[in-house]
Antibody
Framework: QLQLVESGGGVVQPGGSLRLSCAAF????????MHWVRQTPGKGLEWVAI????????FYADSVKGRFTVSRDNSEKTLFLEMNSLRAEDTAVYYC???????????????WGQGTLVTVSS | QSALTQPASVSGSSGESITISCAESNSDVGSFHYVSWYQQHPGKAPKLMIY???DRPSGVSNRFSASKSGNTASLTISGLQTEDEADYYCSSYTSSSTLVFGTGTKVIVL
């Protein structure tokens, strides 16, 4: 059964770092692009990053560029998000999602994890 | 700042049809061909309802349909049911190889 399971969320002080993981089950992980999306409690969805199936291409939202790094380990079927220089405004539920490709564009998010909460607070 | 604008809320009675709009206001959004729609119930992860403007994934009710005209995409829910009460988001690929979500619409079933 296809499943995405995020972990690594928690409380961190401003300026701190955190690493999120997303374990994939039930599909050929190395054949799909993967995304991170976040949602501030009570607010809308904000796209964070994409990593190509082979890790060869990565793109980020302007709000996290230079502070966050997306990576993947295809042998372990795991996606990561390294978050540095965290700010209060990074507080959110972070979701990983699988990217379905159409016409060479892999920006349809066809399966999502349950999310992990990151709270940036002193 | 989102380049896709949606109404904050749309309401309808059970059995009725409603339409949610998603207006592109930024030329940075790509050709607007790759529009998707997501449904999110409170405390749950989003669920893909429509992709590539008007295609439905398997398992999604045919009461959900979508289209696009010019710089506005639309999601229509026919035969509104109580379980359709949720937040709905559109999204589109951008020319910067990023993804942008709409502002979100709360659907209320009266």
């Amino acid at each position: 059964q296809l499943q995405l399971v995020e972990s690594g969320g928690g409380v961190v002080q401003p300026g701190g770092s955190l690493r999120l993981s997303c374990a994939a089950f039930g599909f050929p992980f190395n054949g799909f692009a993967m995304h991170w999306v976040r949602q501030t409690p009570g607010k809308g969805l904000e796209w964070v990053a994409i990593i190509w199936f082979d890790g060869g291409n990565k793109f980020y939202a302007d709000s996290v560029k230079g502070r966050f790094t997306v990576s993947r380990d295809n042998s372990e079927k795991t996606l990561f998000l390294e978050m540095n220089s965290l700010r209060a405004e990074d507080t959110a539920v972070y979701y990983c999602a699988r990217g379905y490709c159409s016409g060479g564009y892999c920006y349809t998010l066809d399966h999502w994890g349950q999310g992990t909460l990151v709270t940036v607070s002193s | 700042q989102s380049a896709l604008t949606q109404p904050a809320s749309v309401s309808g009675s059970s059995g009725e049809s409603i339409t949610i709009s998603c207006a592109e206001s930024n030329s940075d959004v790509g050709s607007f061909h790759y529009v998707s729609w997501y449904q999110q119930h409170p405390g749950k992860a989003p669920k893909l309802m429509i992709y590539d403007v008007s295609d439905r994934p398997s398992g999604v009710s045919n009461r959900f349909s979508a289209s696009k005209s010019g710089n506005t995409a639309s999601l229509t829910i026919s035969g509104l049911q109580t379980e359709d009460e949720a937040d709905y988001y559109c999204s589109s690929y951008t020319s910067s190889s990023t993804l942008v979500f709409g502002t979100g619409t709360k659907v209320i079933v009266l």
